[in-house]
């Protein structure tokens, strides 16, 4: 059975730091490009960051450069999503993609 189980998620104030992991099950996750997104209240989906299967092209969007790193670990196929200097802005449910398969999501909330 596939499955895309997200954690790490909590929170966090200003300013802070947290990593989301992204545990990959039933499918070759060394393959797959990789991507995180997320979703604010009220908001639509936002694409965040991607991997390629071997881990060295990484994209991001602009308002996480310097701030965000992606980075996978094929062999235990895991996703991470080291984030640091939160803002408020940050505040979603984070979720992992893997071609047509999606997590459930951690949430993540930046306030003081």
């Known amino acids: 059975q596939v499955r895309l189980v997200e954690s790490g998620g909590g929170l966090v104030q200003p300013g802070g730091s947290l990593r989301l992991s992204c545990k990959g099950f039933?499918?070759?996750?060394?393959?797959?490009?990789m991507t995180w997104v997320r979703q604010a209240p009220g908001k639509g989906l936002e694409w965040v960051s991607q991997i390629n299967p071997g881990g060295d092209v990484l994209n991001y969007v602009d308002s996480v450069k310097g701030r965000f790193t992606i980075a996978r670990d094929n062999a235990e196929k895991i996703l991470y999503l080291h984030m640091n200097s939160l803002k408020p802005e940050d505040t979603a449910m984070y979720s992992c993609?893997?071609?047509?398969?999606w997590g459930q999501g951690t949430q993540v909330t930046v306030s003081s």
């Open positions: 993609n893997a071609g047509v398969f």
């Open positions: 039933g499918f070759s996750f060394e393959n797959y490009w």
